[in-house]
């Protein structure tokens, strides 16, 4: 036994001195079939061609990044979040900036990466409805979903205000390009919560998760709900009546960024850069419906036009959408989260 | 000096030592309740008055009187918690009751079924009343298919839904110190009762009842603290409309990724339980609740 313990000691610490000689990264992801998906595409691929051993790790968002930054004991050195909240970490000085010297962004969709994240993935979020309720003529933009007079039946809404007032205000009448000019205030903020108060009454829950999407739609606990592509597409091979529109979606992204003070901070930006290619994101929706940032991908010939159709970064579907404003969600969200918190407690 | 004396001072020394001695066998579970108990209350008090900026603020105070929700989310937990419990109360009671007048042997059966659900994990017991009660769900499709309603009925999502959920895995904790307290109680103090010509009612109301009330209070007690911290069984039931302050405390994390944000709505909540436990022991005796002070 004891010889054992030796052993697998000095096996330890030869392994830590090799790696001290390679390079190496310590990548953070949300794990699941979502953390499967880019360790399948982007992770695996780029180790194999870059040398760089990667370790993963599942974990909880910015908070774990706070918390390693502010005692000092950084051990990620690039973590997998949302687009808003790593804006919002930025913000907070969390966030090493990213040099696109080294990473090329010159494909990149536009508003699909920032100072300090570069996107990963791109998701959608869309109104999606019950088949059986409505046939395949559901509500074809945001107006039709808080009519209830023409759609009548239950909603699910989100239960944060992350991407949930651009959608009231556009059902409100404000045209797409117009709908952050009109939530930069404390009015704009209160008319899309109006919109949503007004709609109250029919919404019959609030989901606070993209499992719980799915599964209000495969249950048909309600008619139509707001909610991710790919958790949609995912209830549909699952044989739930669920169909949806890009139409007026909301363009948002999965993003990388470098935690401040990572260890292998070098090693984490040319990590980056390749999995940025073109050649690792075209890959990506073969294993999840999340299109990819880099708008080369859609060239290699890897992703088919009838796997493209379905993807929110297409540019056919991206043209549709209203991409999110980062800036907004920074200088916004707290305030317009707990004005959604009031409304939501009525 | 007497040889009383002596003797005196002698047990006083034995007295000493005997303390010391007890006082060193229970250390290590002093040294626990330091390190995972009063250490960590004493940071999180500490973390509420530190601001968004890392400087003594107390701006997390601020805003749960500044915003409405926190007010009305506080008003929620404690009026879920007050009813659950008095509907464990109600359900509880009169099984707890008829538990005790069973020969042991049955009784000892029923209480294996009332454990039974502590054997199932907590996320899936309360899934499982998500499946039963929706639209969709087992409930409403029979209640439908034997023509009892017509249109399904909302059972869950909203506020019934989180009781009925709350309620089923709250009642052992009530049935348990009740029934035990039942037990305890002497049969013949309620033979003695109609022998003196008490009714039944009477018996059972003026003997029997009292006796049975620190188990009562113990499990309603529990159930009431228990209920005030709860957060899968709302969150999953409650269909986002029924915000528990355990609840925002997550959402506070999240959206202000700042322990100080989240850590002054868990002071509050302290403080509350305390002050609810203070008001309670205005009207019972806390201390009988663990048996002592009869």
């Known amino acids: ?346 | 000096m007497t040889v009383t004396d002596l003797n005196a001072s002698g047990l006083r020394r034995d007295d000493r030592i005997e303390r010391w001695r007890l006082f060193g066998l229970a250390s290590p579970a002093l040294l626990i309740v330091l390190v995972i108990l009063v250490i960590p209350v004493g940071w999180l008090f500490y973390v509420s008055f530190i601001g968004a900026d890392g400087t003594f603020s107390l701006e997390n105070y601020e805003r749960m009187i500044k915003r409405r929700s926190y007010a009305r989310i506080f008003q929620t937990t404690f009026e879920v918690s007050l009813i659950t419990t008095g509907l464990c109360i109600l359900i509880g009671y009169p099984l707890a009751y008829f538990m005790s007048q069973l020969p042991l042997k049955w009784a000892n059966l029923c209480l294996i079924t009332v454990l039974l659900p502590f054997w199932t994990s907590l996320l899936v017991r309360t899934y499982a009343w998500l499946v039963l009660l929706q639209r969709q769900g087992l409930v409403n499709d029979w209640g439908i298919s034997l023509g009892l309603w017509e249109e399904p009925i909302k059972m869950v999502h909203n506020l019934t839904g989180t009781l009925i959920g709350m309620v089923h895995i709250m009642l052992p904790f009530l049935i348990l110190p009740v029934y035990g307290a039942m037990r305890a109680i002497d049969r013949d103090y309620m033979k003695a009762a109609s022998n003196l010509g008490a009714s039944p009612a009477r018996a059972f109301w003026t003997v029997f009842f009292p006796l049975s009330t620190p188990g009562l209070f113990a499990g309603a007690l529990m159930v009431f603290i228990l209920c005030l911290g709860f957060f899968v069984t709302p969150a999953v039931l409650g269909g986002g409309k029924v915000i528990l302050v355990s609840m925002q405390i997550v959402s506070n994390i999240e959206l202000f990724v700042n322990w100080g944000a989240a850590s002054a709505l868990g002071v509050v909540l302290l403080m509350l339980t305390v002050g609810a436990l203070w008001i309670a022991s205005r009207f019972v005796r806390l201390e009988q609740m663990t048996g002592g002070g009869h």
């Open chain 1, 1 to 346: 036994m004891r010889k054992t313990i030796t052993l697998t000691v000095a096996a330890a610490l030869l392994a830590t001195t090799a790696l001290a000689h390679d390079k190496a990264v310590t990548i953070a992801s949300w794990g699941g079939s979502y953390q499967e998906a880019q360790s399948k595409a982007l992770f695996e691929p780029a180790e194999a061609n870059t040398g760089v051993k990667v370790k993963q790790e599942t974990y909880g968002g910015m908070a774990d990044v706070r918390l390693q930054v502010s005692s000092g004991q950084v051990t990620f050195d690039i973590v997998v979040s949302g687009s808003g909240s790593a804006a919002r970490a930025a913000a907070e000085g969390l966030l090493e900036p990213l040099d696109y010297n080294v990473i090329d962004v010159s494909n990149f969709h536009t508003g699909l990466y920032d100072d300090y994240c570069v996107g990963g993935d791109v998701f959608s979020v869309v109104a999606a409805w019950n088949t059986n309720t409505y046939g395949e003529n559901g509500p074809q933009n945001w107006a039709d979903f808080f009519d209830t007079g023409k759609f009548p039946g239950t909603r699910a809404y989100r239960g944060t205000v992350s991407g949930a007032l651009e959608p009231a205000l556009m059902a409100d009448g404000v045209a797409p390009e117009d709908v952050y000019a009109v939530l930069d205030s404390e009015a704009g903020i209160e008319r899309a919560i109006n919109k949503i108060r007004e709609l109250k009454p029919n919404i019959a829950v609030f989901w606070t998760s993209g499992a719980q999407q799915a599964q209000l739609m495969k249950d048909g606990e309600v008619d139509m709900t707001t909610g991710w592509n790919g958790r949609f597409d995912n209830a549909k091979k699952d044989g739930g009546k669920v169909s949806y529109t890009f139409n007026q979606g909301l363009l948002d992204y999965d993003c990388f960024a470098i935690p401040k003070g990572a260890p292998n901070k070098d090693t984490a930006m040319a990590f980056l850069a390749e999995i940025s290619k073109a050649e690792y994101q075209d890959d990506l929706p073969k294993y999840i419906t999340y299109g990819p940032t880099n708008k080369a991908a859609y060239d290699t010939g890897e992703i088919t036009a009838e796997v493209a159709a379905g993807l929110p970064s297409s540019p056919e579907n991206s043209a549709k959408q209203l991409p999110i404003s980062l800036e907004w969600y920074a200088k916004w969200e707290t305030i317009a989260a707990e004005m959604y918190q009031d409304m939501l407690t009525e």
